[in-house]
């Protein structure tokens, strides 16, 4: 048996039913910041595209450090008696 059953919401309604907070206020004034720090000058915009990429990048560094250090040879460590 098959059942299918189609809602017609907008995206307002959706998070209304399910009790999600509206945070469009916040995305409007964190696109304004960003749209701010990019018509800065040169150097603002390269210290905030800086301080992006590094936030982004650091989780893949830490993956790949952990990848690498688990695909390197185990180090044998000296027994002692």
Request: zero cysteines; glycine letters at 4%; aromatic letters at 8%.
């Amino acid at each position: 048996m098959k059942v299918n059953i189609e809602i017609d919401v907008t995206p307002e309604e959706a998070r209304t039913f399910f009790g999600l907070p509206d945070v469009q206020g916040m995305q409007n004034r964190m696109m304004q910041q960003f749209a701010d720090r990019i018509e800065g000058s040169a150097e603002q915009r390269e210290e905030f595209i800086r301080g992006m990429f590094k936030t982004a990048m650091e989780p893949w560094q830490i993956f790949s450090r952990m990848v690498n250090s688990a695909s390197s040879p185990a180090r044998s460590t000296p027994k002692s008696d």
